[in-house]
């Protein structure tokens, strides 16, 4: 079910699971019921109550969502969402684009948390520092984050004036593919990025193009989705 699973402070957990928890996106045009089973099944491996995840309508933008200390459960638009108070379960859905867990710890020892959905056009207008600043202006000050499985740079062949406007913009994200063409490693660059911003990185090994135990968009059209996850498990 889990990619990778680790406890990073009390109670604070990230991870990123595998095609053993099946798809978890509902927007695909998958059996509804089947979806529903699955997120189920994931709550449980958690630890966290039914229907406590929060997810986002990704569209592949810049828009960070800040989740309200009295905010109804709702799946808003935005490719980013922050919980302040550090309690909610957060979701980011993903099949080759990266997905990014944050947690910040503020000076009194409180967190607060985030999750980010980085495509291409994401990770090049800037939601992952877009997010750092939102957790910024929730008053963390020590920011760590983890880049999931995603596609590699070795299998995402772009054309070559794309893969100078993003380099332009995100350096370091250039690649070449094992076909000798022009290619993205999106990883490369955010942590790069990140880094530069001052936040402390990890990079959890994995191609989604490569594994057949990720999904895969660029393998496989009609794939499901995985998930990067955060999440606080009361003692």
């Known amino acids: 079910m889990f990619h990778h699973r680790e406890q990073v402070a009390a109670g604070i957990w990230v991870g990123f699971t595998d095609t053993g928890a099946g798809n978890l996106a509902s927007r695909l045009g998958g059996d509804p019921a089947e979806v ?9 491996a958690m630890g966290v109550p039914h229907g406590s995840l929060r997810f ?6 810049t828009a960070v969502h800040r989740i309200g200390p009295a905010e109804a459960p709702g799946v808003p638009v935005a490719d980013a969402l922050v919980d302040g108070a550090g309690t909610s379960a957060l979701a980011v859905l993903v099949a080759d684009c990266v997905p990014i867990l ?25 939601i992952a520092t ?14 760590r984050a983890w880049l999931g499985p995603a596609i590699c740079g070795a299998c995402y062949e772009v054309p070559v004036d794309m893969q100078a406007e993003v380099e332009a913009v995100l350096p370091g994200s250039a690649s070449t593919t094992r076909a000798g063409t022009p290619g993205l490693d999106l990883r490369a660059g955010l942590h790069r990025q990140l880094r530069t911003a001052g936040v402390d990185v990890t990079v959890v090994p994995g191609c989604t ?12 059209p009609a794939t ?4 990067g996850l955060v999440w606080r498990v009361q003692p």
């Open 56 to 61: 986002m309508h990704q569209v592949h933008g």
């Open 102 to 126: 944050l947690v910040a710890e503020r000076s009194d020892g409180s967190t607060a948390a985030a999750v980010a959905h980085a495509g291409r056009r994401g990770a090049a207008g800037g």
């Open 224 to 227: 499901g989705r995985t998930a």
């Open 209 to 220: 193009r490569e594994s057949e135990n990720l999904f895969s968009y660029r393998r496989d």
């Open 130 to 143: 877009a997010t750092v600043r939102a957790l910024q202006a929730e008053g963390g000050e020590q920011v």
């Open 36 to 44: 529903a089973r699955n997120r189920a099944a994931l709550l449980a």
